[in-house]
């Protein structure tokens, strides 16, 4: 874990849940949200914004932690 909290809930968030804010808002963001808050945000499921964060990971994105670092 991070040690950081989604700005909209409050949840811990996981550092591949900060990179894909990032990503998908703004990277400059200093604000980071959960997948099921990015999802609602964006009209999407849960699932969808799991997908992107995975692309992003095989793509080689230095935002994302690694495959064998990966959090549950």
Do not use: Q
Not at 11 to 25: C, F, G, H
């Amino acid at each position: 874990m991070s040690g950081e909290a989604c700005a909209r809930c409050g949840r811990p968030l996981s550092r591949d849940e900060i990179a894909v804010t990032k990503k998908l808002i703004n990277r400059g963001a200093s604000a980071w949200y959960c997948v099921a808050c990015l999802a609602a945000h964006f009209e999407v499921s849960e699932a969808a914004i799991r997908e992107r964060i995975a692309y992003f990971k095989e793509t080689g994105c230095t935002l994302f932690t690694r495959k064998t670092e990966s959090e549950p």
